[in-house]
């Protein structure tokens, strides 16, 4: 296997001295200097315990199910290593690769999910039921603001008091709000009243 062991041994603490250190450090290396396994995120050649194992990997034939002896054997004759990746399964997949090129993909990976995922971002624009025009239009521009920039709105109507008879104005208002917005925004959830708000999410339109 690549070496066998896929890192590079510690040096060995000087004896005397430090004598009790490395009885202290047993747990945390084996007699080859490996790393300890809880730093290791899969188990790798004879760290598996497993009888029976299925093994893939490149030039490796599908479904093949071996004994964890053959599969060691045959990860050797590869000068790679055989590596746990699915523990829970039946029998356990192990993975035939060099473990520190497996562990730089498999970060990069991760990388690269994390770079994908879009965090949403929630703007909120308050009105009263009797919002004035001037107040209106301020709230219309920084939500067209908002949508260009790729945050969701979410648009409100609160009342206050006695105010909730005005709820019908609330929804036009909110409506008309939708409307003006409709060539960068799409309703994502209609007016719906929530205690004494009546609330909606507009969502920015994917650009073509």
Do not use: W
């Amino acid at each position: 296997m690549a070496g066998q062991y896929p890192f590079r041994p510690r040096p060995q603490q000087a004896q005397g001295n430090n004598q009790q250190n490395g009885q202290q450090n047993g747990q945390q290396r084996d007699q080859r200097g490996r790393r300890p396994q809880q730093e290791n995120p899969n188990r790798i050649n004879d760290e598996i315990t497993a009888p029976t194992v299925r093994v893939v990997g490149e030039n490796v034939e599908p479904n093949l199910v071996l004994p964890i002896k053959e599969a060691l054997r045959l990860a050797d004759e590869m000068e790679l290593d055989l590596i746990e990746i699915s523990p829970k399964a039946e029998p356990p997949v192990c993975r035939i690769a060099d473990y520190q090129k497996f562990l730089y993909q498999q970060k990069r990976k991760a990388k690269e999910i994390k770079a994908k995922q879009v965090k949403v971002v929630i703007k909120e624009i308050r009105f009263g039921p009797q919002t004035d025009d001037h107040d209106y239009n301020f709230k219309l521009k920084h939500a067209e603001n908002f949508l260009k920039e790729g945050a969701k709105v979410k648009a409100y109507v609160f009342f206050r008091g006695r105010s909730i008879v005005f709820k019908e104005q609330g929804e036009i208002l909110l409506l008309r709000f939708a409307n003006d917005l409709e060539e960068i925004a799409r309703v994502e959830m209609m007016p719906k009243l929530d205690g004494k708000k009546m609330n909606m999410i507009l969502a920015p339109k994917s650009k073509k």
